[in-house]
């Protein structure tokens, strides 16, 4: 299913969720104007994910239009989803993040989501299950551009100063494992991004993987991981408290 153009086509993430509780995301491209690729979505995946480019960002000149572009695709594939069943039928999620643009936590997730609720379906008649929040890790490009803009002192001690210890049972680090393409077990995408693979015996490798090993293991941890436990906490199915 091989879409034409960018406008035409949304990333989804199809959950597999193998037993034993390890998760696997595979991506997958369709063409959701086409009805038969819209069908051939319901029947494969069940979750969608989206983000959603926020209105009140929007700026002139020809990175405002770029972007204003990029939020009216991204209100027409929200609509077409709806037209598919995504966020209207029980069995079909369609699930928003939200990403503070810069050195910032993210609001309450539970009242940021009654107000997208609200004016996605006012301003544009889009339904959704649910919204979720996640909190930018200091890592990466995030933190070359804090650096950049002398902003990365600031958001350190945010994160360390908003540090919670109710996140701690629910960081994904205690019930997810990540394995690398090349079958390096990390404890976390951020690990993985970091090269940081698994700590401890047995080994570091998927074929060394054992359930008894593995949840009585040391999680490697570093300065990134305030970002996980700041606030509400941060996690892929959002805030944790
Ligand atoms: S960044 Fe740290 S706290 Fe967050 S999931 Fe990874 S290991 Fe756990």
């Keep these: 299913m091989a879409p034409r153009d960018r406008t035409d086509q949304t990333?989804?993430?199809?959950?597999?969720?193998?037993?034993?509780?390890?998760?696997?995301?595979?991506?997958?491209?369709?063409?959701?104007?086409?009805?038969?690729?819209?069908?051939?979505?319901?029947?494969?995946?069940?979750?969608?994910?989206?983000?959603?480019?926020?209105?009140r960002d929007l700026?002139?000149?020809?990175?405002?239009?770029?972007?204003?572009?990029?939020?009216?695709?991204?209100?027409?594939v929200l609509k077409r989803l709806n037209e598919v069943g995504y966020g209207i039928d029980e069995e079909l999620k369609l699930d928003l993040v939200f990403n503070p643009l810069g050195p910032v936590l993210p609001p309450a997730q539970s009242e940021l989501e009654d107000t997208y609720r609200r004016e996605l379906k006012a301003r544009y008649g889009i339904e959704f299950t649910r919204l979720i929040t996640i909190t930018n890790l200091p890592l990466g490009r995030f933190l070359d551009d804090m650096r950049r803009k002398d902003e990365d002192a600031r958001y350190w001690r945010l994160v360390k100063e908003s540090f919670n210890a109710q996140t701690i049972e629910g960081l994904m680090c205690r019930h997810q494992l990540h394995v690398g393409f090349d079958g390096t077990m990390y404890d976390c995408d951020f690990n993985y991004a970091l090269g940081m693979p698994v700590a401890g015996e047995p080994g570091t490798h998927i074929r060394d993987f054992a359930p008894e090993t593995f949840?009585?293991?040391?999680?490697?941890?570093?300065?990134?991981?305030?970002?996980?436990t700041a606030g509400q906490g941060s996690s892929c199915a959002g805030a944790l408290v």
């Design 11 to 55: 990333r989804v993430a199809k959950d597999l969720r193998p037993e034993p509780d390890v998760e696997e995301d595979k991506e997958v491209e369709v063409d959701i104007k086409k009805p038969e690729e819209g069908a051939a979505l319901r029947e494969t995946v069940e979750d969608v994910a989206a983000e959603v480019k926020a209105e």
């Design 59 to 76: 700026e002139g000149g020809e990175r405002g239009k770029r972007k204003a572009q990029s939020h009216a695709e991204s209100v027409a």
């Design 215 to 228: 949840v009585r293991r040391c999680i490697a941890v570093g300065e990134h991981c305030y970002g996980c």
